[in-house]
């Protein structure tokens, strides 16, 4: 295809659609993206940037208290020792939401200027070569000769709790709130309710988890999992396994949530974070011959390509793995591989992702569980980061490094941290992963001394195989 005569017209956008526009627009396609809510999406606007941002709010006040412990005591001005902050989530929220809308209007910025047309309103596919948007005033049929839809995912609501955006929130509706939660419930312990809840708890609400699984992250690694349940217990979060909700009522001043064992929790505010489905719908994909799964996701290879040519999809509506920057990847990816440019296929073997619960769980490669299924010749090394020198001055007692490698060769398949910023400390393991290097190679790398990430490199050097 000759990329400098071919239209594109891009539904959504998120990171699959924004980065994707970014790439057709570099390889000289004729780009269009047809956006509803602000460039970014879900992501930058209610999701990734919002949370993360209350998170490290929620971070910085327990920096406070460990500053106690390291030595260092607040006074005021009278010289009475400070020993609790305080935060007023009005302030909190407006904050963090004014840094999603930058963060969308950098991104705008960036994308008008490659010369990428915006178009507000909502698209659905006529055909695989053209796109009806509508507008709040217009209707109008735009050409292209390949469509992306990377139209995201909203949060899962049950008909037995229906969130009012008052006492009853979703994820997205939380920083509409003025003043802090007395007393929060939190239902689903996966990675957006165990984030949420941690960072409530920071800020200072009382929080309730109500987990359906034996423990919180059940998704996760075992052993990260159980340091995270750990720290929640410590820091006063009250745990519920193996308690699946019934439904959610909204009382005169609080709510009830009603557990299927007949119990009842009360609380001032509830938070479901459930799961979340596809935003495929009404977008014609069924009717143009696009293949969907039965709950909604949208069928793509491993390039990006649906069941009809020319059209291609990225992100959460597609199930893959929901992450921004595996969204972005396959928007990438699809542009590259439509625009006949050098691409090589989704490789989620070296995806490192993060959980932002304090301290962060950081992953890549294969798995605990991987492992304990009967994956063979792997061999596994963990190191309590309470070891590590620098951890003991930065007041760090709970997390580890944990990798795995091929026994035999050596080959660092995967590793998971545990740690403040595990996030920055997973990108060594990911190169070393997404190129194969092994663990004398890791373990024979210069590290600072002393540092955090000197504990990736003992782990490797205990990898180190003797035979």
């Not at 970014?40 to 990734?48: E, F, M, N, P, R």
């Not at 963090?96 to 596919?125: F, H, K, N, P």
Request: one cysteine or more; proline letters at 4%.
């Amino acid at each position: 295809m000759n990329a400098q005569a071919t239209s594109v017209v891009i539904l959504g956008g998120g990171p699959g659609g924004y980065e994707a526009a970014l790439v057709a627009a570099h390889l000289g396609a004729r780009v269009t993206v047809v956006d509803r809510d602000g460039l970014g999406g879900a992501a930058v606007l209610t999701d990734c940037v919002p949370s993360k941002a209350l998170i490290a709010t929620a971070d910085y006040l327990s920096e406070l208290e460990v500053a106690g412990e390291l030595g260092v005591h607040l006074e005021d001005a009278e010289g009475n020792e400070v020993t609790d902050a305080v935060a007023a989530l009005g302030e909190v929220n407006a904050r963090v939401m004014a840094l999603a809308r930058a963060q969308s209007q950098d991104i705008e910025t960036r994308v008008r200027e490659v010369g990428v047309e915006i178009i507000r309103g909502t698209g659905r596919l006529v055909s695989s070569s053209e796109v009806l948007v509508t507008t709040d005033t217009t209707q109008q049929s735009v050409s292209a000769d390949v469509v992306l839809v990377a139209t995201g995912a909203t949060p899962r609501v049950m008909d037995s709790a229906r969130p009012d955006g008052e006492r009853i929130l979703t994820w997205q509706q939380i920083y509409e709130l003025e003043e802090l939660p007395e007393r929060l419930i939190v239902v689903g312990s996966g990675v957006t309710g165990a984030e949420l809840a941690q960072a409530y708890l920071g800020l200072g609400a009382e929080v309730v988890l109500v987990s359906s699984r034996d423990r919180v992250l059940p998704g996760e690694d075992p052993d990260a999992a159980t340091v995270i349940e750990e720290v929640f217990r410590k820091r006063g979060m009250e745990v519920l396994g193996r308690s699946r909700m019934a439904a959610v009522e909204r009382t005169d001043d609080g709510v009830i949530v009603r557990l299927e064992d007949g119990r009842e929790i009360t609380g001032s505010h509830a938070l479901l974070a459930v799961g979340s489905i596809p935003q495929t719908a009404d977008l014609g994909l069924a009717e143009v011959g696009v293949d969907l799964t039965p709950s909604g996701h949208i069928v793509v290879d491993r390039v990006s390509r649906t069941s009809v040519r020319g059209v291609y999809a990225a992100g959460d509506c597609t199930g893959v793995l929901p992450l921004a920057s595996v969204a972005a990847m396959q928007g990438r990816i699809a542009m590259s591989h439509a625009l006949g440019d050098a691409v090589a296929p989704l490789n989620l073997r070296v995806v490192s992702a993060n959980i932002f619960t304090d301290p962060e769980i950081a992953t890549v490669g294969i798995s605990q569980k991987e492992v304990d299924s009967g994956l063979g010749n792997v061999d596994a090394n963990i190191l309590p980061l309470s070891r590590n020198p620098r951890a003991k001055m930065l007041g760090i007692t709970e997390g580890f490094v944990k990798l795995f490698s091929e026994r035999g060769s050596g080959t660092v398949l995967g590793g998971v941290i545990v740690a403040p910023r595990a996030s920055e400390l997973i990108f060594p393991v990911t190169l070393a992963v997404a190129h194969r290097l092994n663990v004398d190679q890791v373990a024979n790398t210069f590290t600072v001394y002393p540092s955090l990430s000197g504990s990736i490199a003992e782990a490797a050097r205990r990898l180190h195989s003797t035979d």
